[in-house]
Structures are given as C-alpha cells and as structure tokens.
C-alpha cells in the first residue's frame, strides 16, 4: 500500500470530504494534500513523515517505508550541514586597511 492510498483510506474511514478539511487535520499545506492524492507518488520531508505518522497513527519509519524514503523519518536528509572553509567561496571587495 503506498501512503497515498493509506491518507486515502483514512479520510474515507474518517468522513472527511473536503481536501482542506484534511491538510488541517493532517496538519500539512493544502497542495501538499493535492499532491500526493493527485499522483500518488509523494515524497514527505521529515517533518511532513511524523505529521502523516500522527494521522495514521503509524510509526514514522513505516510511513517513511509507505512514501518510498530509504532513509529514517528522524534523520535530516542531505544538505544544510556545515560546510568546511575550503569549500566556501573567497570574500571579494576592497582591501583591508593597513
């Protein structure tokens, strides 16, 4: 089953129509819901994982395993590390002062 039809499922099990009512009560932004029951393929950050977790009252590795992530549902996944000062680019503008 993937995480779209389990959202689905549980929204029809719940009796809710409207696909706003659900992003309020999954607690997610309304084109975030669009997506995923529109294509079926969402692909949840970490956040969103432990927000649908709540919903389906699931743990977030299983929803994590559900929307297709390798990853855990804790972990961060790429980007926003510290970078070394090798890799920063060289500060262009005037000459320090003497």
């Known amino acids: 089953m993937s995480l779209a039809k389990a959202v689905a499922k549980k929204q029809k099990s719940m009796g809710i129509v409207s696909k706003i009512a ?3 009560v999954v ?3 309304i084109p975030t819901i669009y997506k995923l029951l529109k294509s079926g393929r969402g692909r949840p950050n ?3 994982v432990n927000r649908y977790a709540k919903f389906l009252r699931m743990s977030a590795t299983k929803v994590a395993a559900l929307a297709g992530r390798a ?3 804790s972990s961060p996944s790429r980007g926003k590390g510290p970078r070394s000062a090798s890799s920063r680019p ?3 503008g005037r000459a320090a002062k003497a």
Request: zero cysteines; aromatic letters at 0%; proline letters at 0%.
């Open 22 to 24: 659900l992003a309020a």
């Open 27 to 29: 607690g997610v932004s």
């Open 46 to 48: 970490a956040r969103t």
């Open 71 to 73: 990853e855990s549902a």
């Open 90 to 92: 060289m500060k262009r």
